[in-house]
Structures are given as C-alpha cells and as structure tokens.
C-alpha cells in the first residue's frame, strides 16, 4: 500500500515543479508548452489509471494553489487525462522494459485521442457549466491547450518512455 501511495505523491512533486517552472505561456491565454502532462501522460502509462488521476489532482491542485487561483475545470480535466492515460498500461508493458515501434504509435494515439476527449470537448464543457465561460472562449482555449499538449507529449512523452526502456537493466536493447 505504501509503494501505492509514493507513486501519486512523488508524482504530484515532479508536475508542480514541471509547472511551476517548465511552462511557457501559450498563443491564446489560458494556454502553455508544459512539460507537466507528458510526464502525467508517461507516468500513468506506468502505473496505471489510479496513478495518473492522483497524480494529475494532486499535482494540478498544488500548482493552482501556489498560483494564488483554484481553477476547478482545469483540474478536473487534468485528473481525467491522468485516468485516461492510465488505461494504456496494459497494452505497453513499460513496467518490464518494452516500449517498441509499435508502442510508440500505440501511446501516441492513445495520446492524442485522450487529449482530444479531455481538451476539446471536457475541459471546455466544464468551464462553460462550472465558470460561466463564454462558449467561443473555451472552445477556443481547449483547442489551444489540446494542440500543445498532444505536440509535448508526443515529442517529450515518447521520449520519457523510450529512457526508462534503456534505463530498464536485464533487457536486451
């Protein structure tokens, strides 16, 4: 149980600090480049769909909180992209080393499709029904926050993924 828990502790400790200190401010406000979802995004595909949930409310709800803002939406959305990233542990087997061809296709669809479900239509959907957005507004920073993430985690995620496979000891490269 314990080893259960450090992972979403830990977790949450690396996204704030990816965060807080690896974003650059997006096009459309509201927006950024982060490194905090594809390391959500890789971590869940480790762990599994508890992991990324925890990991992404608890990472999520510390960095809104050091920002001086509670945004509800965003970490709710967020939590759910962790949950969904986590569904593809099973199909990776990242745990024992393997991350080929076609699991880099395999994560980056599940990725793209995980952040088209969160950013283009939940994330902007919750805004519209919790904040009282304008609909043009959130659609439009869904979009902008959808498009960054699946180009950062395709290009940052994958290569997570492929340094834990080398770092793996026992497997033939």
């Known amino acids: 149980m314990r080893d259960r828990m450090a ?20 096009p459309v406000a509201g927006s950024e480049l982060s490194l905090q979802v594809p390391f959500l ?21 510390l960095t809104d909180l050091a920002g001086g ?3 509800i ?8 992209y962790g949950l969904l990233s986590g569904l593809l542990r099973d199909r990776l087997r990242l745990e024992n080393g393997e991350f080929s061809g076609g699991d880099i296709l395999r994560f980056n669809l599940f990725q793209l499709a995980g952040h088209a479900a969160v950013w283009f239509l939940a994330d902007p959907c919750l805004k519209i029904l ?12 869904g979009l902008a926050c959808g498009i960054s993430h699946m180009i950062t985690t395709a290009l940052v995620g994958t290569v997570l993924c492929l340094i834990w496979k080398t770092s793996r000891p026992g497997k033939e490269r």
């Open 130 to 141: 919790l904040e009282q957005r304008p609909v043009n507004e959130a659609f439009l920073q």
């Open 7 to 26: 992972v979403p502790c830990i977790g949450a400790g690396l996204f704030f600090i990816l965060a807080r200190f690896a974003s650059i401010p997006g």
């Open 41 to 61: 995004a890789f971590l869940a595909a480790l762990y599994g769909p508890a992991a990324g949930l925890l990991t992404g409310l608890a990472g999520q709800a």
């Open 73 to 80: 939406s965003r970490l709710l959305s967020i939590g759910l």
């Open 69 to 71: 803002g509670f945004v």
